[in-house]
T-cell receptor, first 114, second 112 residues
Framework: DGGITQSPKYLFRKEGQNVTLSCEQN?????MYWYRQDPGQGLRLIYY???????QKGDIAEGYSVSREKKESFPLTVTSAQKNPTAFYLC?????????????FGNGTRLTVT | KNQVEQSPQSLIILEGKNCTLQ??????????LRWYKQDTGRGPVSLTI?????NTKSNGRYTATLDADTKQSSLHITASQLSDSASYIC???????????FGDGTTLTVKP
């Protein structure tokens, strides 16, 4: 089955530690995205990548970093500089970065930082 | 600033009843509007996509409408089922930036 796999589903970390969230897709999509979802709020774009070895900041990139070394993988690192990291993180991909290309989402990682 | 506003914020209906969710947007120039269903703890799944020239699109018991002149869309759910309980998210994409603007979602609860 083609799809997007995010792992782990739940992640707990102490304040001050960096943590990396995994996102893998086997859809052969060029574009990949990371969103953050907080209760009662719309998804907000953290970073996106239109092609391998290239990525751009989204609306709330501060305190996050990404890499895109392989087409199928787009890991997100939440650094200690992120002031409020506890949230539900969603990874998505699309065939291209064109506005007509629909987003396919993974099932998310819920990060709790205490 | 591009905005997408959804109403109501939450809705409770009885199984078998119909309901309509609303989405108003200011994104311009407009490319497309999508409705997604998000079950608790899961990622959103696309229900419908509508472009400027489309007024109505159906997907089983889900029917979406679009009025591009008034910048309004609705999602009508017919003969609701318990499995329809979820958050429904309206997403509007413009042609300029190519990035999508997400509404805050409507949380639907279907009770037996």
């Amino acid at each position: 089955d083609g799809g997007i796999t995010q792992s782990p589903k739940y992640l707990f970390r102490k304040e001050g530690q960096n943590v990396t969230l995994s996102c893998e897709q086997n859809l052969n999509h060029d574009a990949m995205y990371w969103y953050r979802q907080d209760p009662g709020q719309g998804l907000r774009l953290i970073y996106y990548s239109q092609i391998v070895n290239d990525f751009q900041k989204g609306d709330i990139a501060e305190g996050y970093s990404v890499s895109r070394e392989k087409k199928e993988s787009f890991p997100l690192t939440v650094t200690s500089a992120q002031k409020n990291p506890t949230a539900f993180y969603l990874c998505a991909s699309s065939e291209t970065s064109s506005y007509n290309s629909p987003l396919h989402f993974g099932n998310g990682t819920r990060l709790t930082v205490t | 600033k591009n905005q997408v506003e959804q109403s109501p914020q939450s809705l409770i209906i009885l199984e078998g009843k119909n309901c309509t969710l609303q989405c108003n947007y200011t994104v311009s120039p407009f490319s497309n509007l999508r409705w997604y269903k998000q079950d608790t703890g899961r990622g959103p799944v696309s229900l419908t996509i509508m472009t400027f020239s489309e007024n109505t699109k159906s997907n089983g018991r889900y029917t979406a409408t679009l009025d591009a002149d008034t910048k309004q869309s609705s999602l009508h759910i017919t003969a609701s089922q318990l499995s329809d309980s979820a958050s429904y998210i309206c997403v509007v994409t413009g042609t300029n930036a190519g990035k999508s603007t997400f509404g805050d979602g409507t949380t639907l609860t279907v009770k037996p």
